[in-house]
């Protein structure tokens, strides 16, 4: 990948899971596969580079998890700062002109969207699907030096938001008549809990 000028795939998971029953929902397993694992699977293909965010203490676990993918890691450098904080983490080591956001608790995200969703967002600040009347910044896709812009702005205002980001990125909003051709309003959900994982498994 020549540099500024690729694809980027950052995946969010440098969070605590703290409503996981006390264990790391990255590597909680759906259907016999690390959740982190089905997520960087359905992004690889839209990308040129696969960065993962999280925290030093998580590293060996995602790599282990993440056995034969070629992907490199944004380690946050102040803990506990929420998603925005991971997305600066990981834009920073971004090598692409563009980078896909994913989360890494989001495991029904085809590379399909994401690929249309880079379409849109060429020539822009980046791209966001609208579901439910609501702009959505995962999965998304952003310009890395705009993103990176916004992300300072926000750090100013509501450190943790992800509103003040999208607000201050400005991005493309994708309606919902066209990310409905490629995924139902269920691949937005997040598996935050053990009964997200339940209902995450039964929509497989």
């Given at each position: ?131 439910d ?58 598996v935050?809990?053990r ?10």
């Amino acid at each position: 990948m020549n540099a500024d000028t690729g694809r980027t795939g950052v995946v969010v998971a440098g969070g605590r899971s703290s409503r996981f029953a006390g264990a790391d929902k990255a590597l909680a397993r759906l259907e016999g596969t690390p959740l982190i694992r089905h997520v960087v699977d359905d992004l690889a293909p839209a990308v040129d580079e696969v960065v993962v965010n999280c925290r030093g203490a998580q590293r060996d676990a995602l790599e282990a998890a993440l056995s034969g993918f070629e992907v490199r890691f944004a380690e946050d450098r102040i803990h506990d700062r929420g998603p925005l904080a991971g997305v600066r983490s990981g834009l920073r080591a971004a090598r692409g002109k563009y980078a896909a956001l994913v989360a890494c608790d989001m495991p029904h995200v085809p590379a399909s969207l994401l690929s249309a969703l880079f379409e849109h967002a060429r020539h822009r600040t980046g791209a966001a699907p609208r579901v439910d009347e609501v702009l959505q910044p995962f999965p998304a896709v952003v310009h890395v030096r705009a993103g990176l812009d916004a992300c300072r702005e926000a750090f100013t205002r509501h450190p943790r938001s992800m509103r003040e980001f999208l607000d201050s990125l400005d991005p493309v909003a994708v309606p919902e008549r066209v990310v409905g051709a490629f995924v139902t309003p269920d691949a937005f959900a997040n598996v935050n809990t053990r009964a997200d994982l339940r209902a995450a498994t039964e929509r497989r």
